[in-house]
């Protein structure tokens, strides 16, 4: 493990600012609450960044398939070139019975 950094999968932990988040300084717990309120600002801003920054497997640990299925066309234009993967995995749900 010489030189190799470890990171953690966790999200446990209000007070922390997330790996992916590194150019901002917004918390777990923040984030959370953010994801949570249809009513804050932010929320789409920080889903798109979620999306665009963490790996797939994380985002699961912030929101749900149907809550990203549900705002695509609002988070869509600021995936950039995660886009097409996001397009690409909802599609093979819906084809598959995952989502509607």
């Known amino acids: 493990m010489c030189?190799?950094?470890?990171?953690?999968?966790?999200?446990?932990?209000?007070r922390e600012v997330?790996?992916?988040?590194?150019?901002?300084k917004v918390t777990v717990g923040e984030l959370?609450?953010?994801?949570?309120?249809r009513t804050?600002?932010?929320r789409i801003p920080l889903l798109r960044a979620?999306?665009?920054e963490a790996r797939p497997d994380e985002v699961w640990s912030f929101v749900?398939?149907?809550?990203?299925?549900?705002?695509?066309?609002?988070i869509r234009p600021g995936l950039g070139?995660?886009?097409?993967f996001w397009e690409w995995l909802l599609?093979?749900?819906?084809?598959?019975g995952f989502l509607r």
Request: no cysteine; net charge negative.
């Open 50 to 52: 979620l999306l665009r």
């Open 91 to 96: 599609q093979a749900w819906r084809d598959h």
């Open 3 to 14: 030189g190799m950094v470890l990171s953690r999968n966790r999200f446990d932990d209000d």
């Open 40 to 42: 804050d600002p932010r």
């Open 81 to 84: 070139p995660r886009r097409r």
């Open 64 to 74: 749900t398939p149907e809550v990203v299925a549900e705002e695509f066309e609002s």
């Open 18 to 24: 997330p790996y992916f988040f590194w150019d901002r």
């Open 32 to 37: 959370r609450a953010a994801l949570a309120d």
